[in-house]
């Protein structure tokens, strides 16, 4: 594997206590893989991002561990990350837009960046100038500041530099959220073209939007409350979404074609609950429309074929 | 316009120069009129208001400021003049100084809490001083008390100006303490400033974003420190017009001969002339800081300088 | 955030506790003080250049009067002039940033103008006219003249103020809903800047206390009464100085520079409290 997330267990600490957000995530990623992670505002997938590149306080890692080509990531030892930072873990944030510095002509910015970092920009000079033609951006972006961007622009720079060094693990937090549906289609397909073209190897997609998942993912993981409650290939969980709560995402989607007086849009009721203390059993038992006695008993997640797993009483084998 | 304010303000002040210069010669009552005639005529205070006002724009092309009723006769462009030097010699290398390393320590003090949280009262106390305290405190401690420095005047009254190591010596024995005041009060302004700035720029996404790159500290302090120097620098200009006020203050105690000094004792006066000739220099100074301050952001910061070409989409 | 929660947390905050002892500390000086002393402050009491003893807490000046009860007396000035001076800033301040951010346009342009002239204004320059004008000048007058000078600052914040909360969402709604002008301002705009209000009435308070001084100082204060800026001048027009008399010398100062810190401590308490962020966990 790749990528081998165990038992990764990452909170926040507040005054108040300690909000579980990353609770007891375990997955694995294989090579070349682009894993879309899909979940609500708050489900702990922006802080699993997070904390694989910029683990800091008030964040904290409290347990489990995370592998990469065979590496423990030295999550909590910040200056022991930095080797790994942009060199084998790379992050395409959600706050991408803003992500360069106003006052520097972009090209000159790279190029601190790489020679703080001991390499040189004449090395990949000519490797830059390839990636930003596979982003529809022409050489002379590099002598721009970055307001003289549109906000795509500044994301597919974004996009060009988190991927520079061919990075072993991509994140890419909410990078389609700001932008209207054909760039978003665009610049999803130049995530694809990215790892057709070897440049980066596993890639996590985060996002709060499945259908875009379904063009370009292999496999989807649904999060809900800092756990998984089910991850699957994408043929095999669009086919088949398997927990209810998957299954109400899937089906608040609005399909082409459906008129609203065919079929009543159905959001889901309620909210997530807090993380502060969570309570004991399923996080997703207060909404769930098919709860039962056994759901005060966390569900684990279990293989329920070779390329899915749920977390969910209703959809395990009952022993016996 | 603000030259036009300038001559009005002091035309609008009640007392009569004249009387006051005359008062002191002590004259008669018939030939204090006869004076005051005369002496009204020369200086042109006899002429109808626009008059007046007139022949004022026209020696101020001239470079003629008039002469000075209090210092008479001296033309006020030399009383002005003779004083510039220790004016600015004074003013200037406390607000430089003071932004200098006000900034540093400021940008410093950002990065370490345990540092910040002891400094920043500390820098918040200094602006909390007012000028004048702080000159006659040190002026006490440093100058009665252990002695070191003097306090009184920019030199001392046995020598006279010279280019003489000796005279500068004397000089900045002179100047020592005023600077000090000045610049104290002022350091702790720029630091409180510059960490504020420095902190949000650390906090800003793009710093967010460097150090997700595993870029190293020292490089994002840098583009934090640049970033945060610009509202700085026209914090620069600010100071140097609300300074005059400031100085005087730290002038009456050490009774330092600066433009402050001298305005004051103008205005205790009335010498139009003086007060006029004084506000003028002030007013041209500022503005003259002004400008060359938004030249300089102009040339630092590139927002601003495509702001004013127009942008592109 | 609720007042009460704002309230809880702002008397929590250190730096505001601070702050605030130190100007409560004082101002009780102030309204005790007057008991504690059975001179006048302009009184002859006693022996000149005395040091602090039993009878003169602070000494006496160069012509034997008591020093303690000058202070205690001063205090009322320094008061009145943070409370009317700065007040009255405080007020024009929001009231034309108001305007201007609520109206924009030329209504805008206008008050824009107005503002920066006020701020190129010789400060000195207004207040020496002035204080040639006017041959009996109150404490309150110079409150007033600094309250009309010290506002630009204040209006250029309220207004960006203004500009950023009238765009924002929940202000369209009201709009939409049908509110009458009045309406939305006290009931939505209103409260999102008083935080910011008081914060920048304390600054306005401590600012005017300094300038105060300033004047009294250089002799530009009320022509007469009693303030720590007039002691000041006294003492060194008095050559309190050379003649090594730091109680009467150091006393008014240190007193406006603990003020006006602490009014600053209060400050940074209430912009922990206000802004969250800043807040240490």
């Known amino acids: 594997m790749a990528v081998s997330v165990k038992s990764l267990k990452v909170y926040y600490q507040t005054l108040r206590g300690q909000v579980q957000a990353v609770d007891n995530v375990s997955f694995d990623i294989k090579e070349h893989e682009i894993l879309g992670m899909a979940g609500e505002s708050g489900c702990g997938k922006s802080t699993f991002s997070n904390s694989l590149v910029l683990l800091k306080p008030p964040m904290k890692h409290v347990g489990g561990q995370v592998e990469l080509d065979g590496e423990t990531l030295p999550l909590s030892d910040f200056k022991k990350m930095n080797r790994f930072r942009y060199t084998k873990v790379s992050i395409i944030p959600q706050y991408a837009m803003n992500a360069l510095n106003p006052t520097r002509k972009i090209g000159r910015m790279i190029a601190e960046l790489l020679e703080s970092r001991g390499m040189s920009i004449a090395r990949v000079s000519k490797e830059l100038d390839r990636r930003l033609k596979l982003v529809n951006l022409d050489r002379s972006v590099m002598k721009m500041y970055p307001f003289e961007l549109s906000g795509g622009m500044r994301q597919r720079t974004v996009m060009v530099i988190a991927t520079l060094l061919n990075p072993s693990l991509l994140l890419a937090d909410e990078i389609t959220s700001a932008l209207d549906v054909s760039t978003q289609k665009a610049v999803a397909k130049m995530l694809v073209q990215f790892r057709d073209n070897n440049l980066v190897k596993s890639v996590v997609f985060v996002t709060h939007d499945i259908s875009i998942l379904y063009q370009i993912a292999d496999s989807i993981l649904i999060m809900y409350a800092g756990k998984i409650v089910e991850i699957a290939s994408t043929e095999s969980i669009t086919r088949e979404p398997r927990h209810p709560y998957t ?17 009543r849009l159905a959001g889901i009721k309620g909210r997530p609950p807090s993380l502060l203390n969570p309570l004991p059993g399923c996080r997703f038992k207060e909404r769930c429309p098919v709860r039962f006695d056994k759901c005060d008993e966390e569900p684990p997640l279990e293989k329920i074929s070779e390329q899915h797993q749920v977390a969910c009483w209703r959809e395990v084998k009952v022993d016996g | 316009m603000a030259v036009t304010i300038n001559w009005m303000i002091p035309r609008l002040m009640p007392g009569d120069p004249i009387r006051t210069l005359i008062g002191r010669a002590a004259l008669r009552a018939e030939a204090a009129d006869k004076v005051a005639e005369y002496f009204a005529r020369i200086y042109g205070l006899d002429q109808p208001a626009w008059r007046q006002y007139l022949s004022f724009w026209t020696s101020l092309f001239r470079g003629d400021l008039g002469t000075s009723i209090y210092l008479s006769p001296k033309p006020v462009t030399q009383v002005i003049r003779d004083s510039i030097p220790f004016d600015l010699g004074l003013l200037i290398p406390a607000i430089v100084c003071s932004w200098i390393v006000g900034n540093k320590f400021g940008a410093f003090a950002a990065r370490r809490k345990r540092l910040d949280g002891i400094a920043l009262p500390i820098w918040y106390v200094f602006t909390a001083t007012p000028y004048m305290w702080l000159a006659i405190l040190l002026a006490y401690v440093f100058g009665v008390v252990l002695k070191i420095f003097p306090i009184a005047g920019a030199y001392s009254f046995a020598i006279s100006p010279s280019f003489s190591v000796g005279f500068i010596l004397n000089y900045l024995r002179h100047w020592f303490l005023p600077f000090l005041s000045l610049f104290i009060v002022q350091l702790g302004g720029w630091a409180i400033g510059m960490r504020n700035m420095i902190i949000y720029e650390l906090e800003a996404d793009y710093s967010r974003y460097m150090e997700a790159l595993g870029a190293p500290r020292k490089l994002i302090r840098k583009y ?13 200009a600010l100071q140097l017009g609300v300074i005059v006020a400031g100085a005087v203050g730290t002038q009456v105690v050490f009774s330092y001969p600066g433009i402050g000094y001298l305005l004051l004792q103008a205005v205790m006066n009335n010498d139009y002339f003086l007060i006029q000739g004084c506000f003028l220099f002030i007013v041209i100074g500022v503005l003259i800081a002004n400008f060359v301050i938004d030249v300089i952001y102009v040339i630092v910061d590139p927002r601003v300088r495509h702001g004013m070409g127009g942008e592109t989409a | 955030m609720k007042k009460n929660e704002f309230l809880f947390f702002a008397l929590k905050n250190t730096r505001m506790r601070i702050g605030l002892g130190i100007v409560l500390f004082f101002l009780a000086v102030m309204i005790v003080g007057p008991f504690l002393t059975d001179y006048d402050p302009n009184e002859y009491t006693g022996p000149a250049f005395a040091r602090p003893s039993g009878d003169h807490w602070l000494g006496t000046t160069f012509f034997g009067q008591d020093v303690f009860t000058q202070v205690v007396y001063g205090l009322r000035a320094t008061f009145i002039v943070g409370a009317v001076g ?14 201007a951010g609520y109206r924009g346009g030329i209504v805008d342009e206008v008050l824009n103008m107005l503002t920066n002239i006020v701020t190129v204004i010789p400060t000195l320059a207004l207040l020496i006219i002035i204080a040639a004008y006017l041959p009996y000048r109150g404490v309150v007058a110079q409150s007033v003249i600094i309250g009309c000078i010290a506002w630009p600052w204040t209006a250029r ?13 929940f202000v369209d709604l009201a709009r939409m809903s049908g509110m009458s002008s009045m309406k939305i301002i006290t009931q939505e705009i209103a409260p999102n800047m008083l935080s910011y209000l008081f914060m920048a009435l304390i600054l306005q308070f401590g600012g005017a206390i300094l300038a105060a001084a300033t004047l009294d100082f250089i002799g530009l204060g009320p022509s007469e009464g009693i303030s720590l800026g007039l002691m000041m001048q006294n003492a060194v027009l008095w050559s309190a100085i050379p003649l090594g008399m730091w109680w009467w010398a150091l006393p008014p100062g240190m007193i406006i520079a603990a003020i006006v810190s602490a009014l600053y401590f209060m400050n940074t308490g209430l912009d922990e409290v206000f802004n969250p962020k800043l807040r240490e966990m």
């Open chain 1, 247 to 263: 299954r109400l995402l899937i089906s608040s989607l609005p399909d082409v074609g459906v008129k609203y007086t065919d079929r």
């Open chain 3, 86 to 99: 700065g007040g009255l800033a405080t007020l024009i301040g929001l009231f034309v940033g108001f305007i």
């Open chain 3, 157 to 169: 914040a309220v207004r960006a103020q203004t500009f950023s909360l009238k765009s924002r969402e």
């Open chain 2, 224 to 236: 934090a420190f640049r970033n945060a120097m610009l509202p700085q620098i026209t914090g620069l």
